[in-house]
């Protein structure tokens, strides 16, 4: 296990690296800088400005001294909100995002991985089709329309929660369903599909051919191995969710880091952007090094190398 976390913490410098490297340069590609505005300002101001931020340095010496500053974990001050650091920005937004997508998450395996055990046992039974048919709409309505339909009905045929806002459990539960759904129908489908091949599996076979209770089957030999592709999920997943999404927080107005996704690259805010950029590298990456390790606990056949 040390090597494998040691081998791993290797790979993620030079993964985090790499990221930097090849988003410094598109950004620097892309037509437009963080100096550009609707309305043109005095040459002489945008000069101070380039001087101000560096802008106005060779390509070298911009990438050595931003690749510097990460290094030392300072991510310098936003180009659009400039009273904010890049750290300040994200040790605001990301708890609330962090809070968001851990609800979410929750929401999603409390109704996914049942629903996908259910639709296994009770294969081409109308359970199995009921519960798919809404895994498949799961997957394919975008979140604005899910978190349409919620506010119609939760707002304002039934006010039983706020449109939006944060501050109170409450204001967590709606954004939490509309942004888990897609999650949960995922997870349904990869334990339904987890539990068909395992269910076929010649020990299952003989724990039944023991006596032991269709429940006892299930949960005690079958499930373990059967949510081996629903981690494999989590990884990306996790990161994905965590960091927030944009068009849910956009929409219940949750001060997260979803939005500041899109003003960044949006408003062409290096800084900033660079910043969530290599924090969903290493949210990513993390993800992924805890899903390895879980395999060997969901499944002792898988040795870490």
């Known amino acids: 296990m040390i090597r494998f976390l040691v081998s791993r913490g290797v790979w993620l410098v030079i993964t985090l690296w790499a990221v930097f490297t090849v988003s410094f340069c598109l950004m620097r590609a892309v037509p ?41 974990f300072d991510l310098g001050y936003s180009y659009r909100m400039a009273d904010f650091t890049v750290n300040e920005i994200i040790a605001q937004g990301l708890p609330v995002s962090a809070a968001l997508g851990g609800a979410a998450m929750l929401f999603a395996l409390l109704l996914g991985i049942p629903a996908g055990i259910v639709s296994a046992v009770r294969r081409n039974g109308p359970a199995d089709r009921i519960l798919m048919t809404a895994a498949t709409l799961g997957i394919a309505l975008p979140n604005f329309v899910i978190a349409g339909f919620a506010i119609i009905l939760f707002v304002f045929l039934v006010p039983i929660f706020p449109a939006a806002g944060w501050g109170t459990p409450a204001h967590i539960v709606l954004p939490a369903l509309c942004l888990g759904a897609p999650y949960a129908a995922y997870i349904a489908r990869l334990t339904r599909t987890g539990m068909l091949d395992v269910l076929r599996a010649d020990y299952i076979r003989t724990a039944r051919a023991k006596g032991l209770s269709p429940a006892a089957v299930i949960f005690r030999h079958a499930l373990r191995t059967a949510l081996t592709p629903v981690v494999s999920f989590m ?71």
């Open 235 to 305: 990884g990306p997943a996790v990161a994905g969710i965590v960091t927030g999404s944009p068009v849910v927080e956009k929409i219940f107005a949750i001060p997260g880091l979803g939005v500041h996704f899109v003003e960044a690259a949006i408003q062409r805010d290096y800084t900033l952007a660079m910043g969530l950029v290599l924090l969903f590298t290493l949210l990513l990456y993390g993800a992924n090094v805890l899903v390895d390790a879980a395999y060997v606990l969901l499944d002792p056949r898988v040795k870490l190398r």
């Open 32 to 72: 437009g800088g963080p100096l550009d505005r609707e309305r043109r300002l005095d040459p002489q101001i945008e000069r101070n400005l380039a001087a101000r931020y560096h802008l106005d340095d060779p390509f070298w010496k911009q990438y050595s001294r931003e690749l510097g500053n990460v290094i030392r």
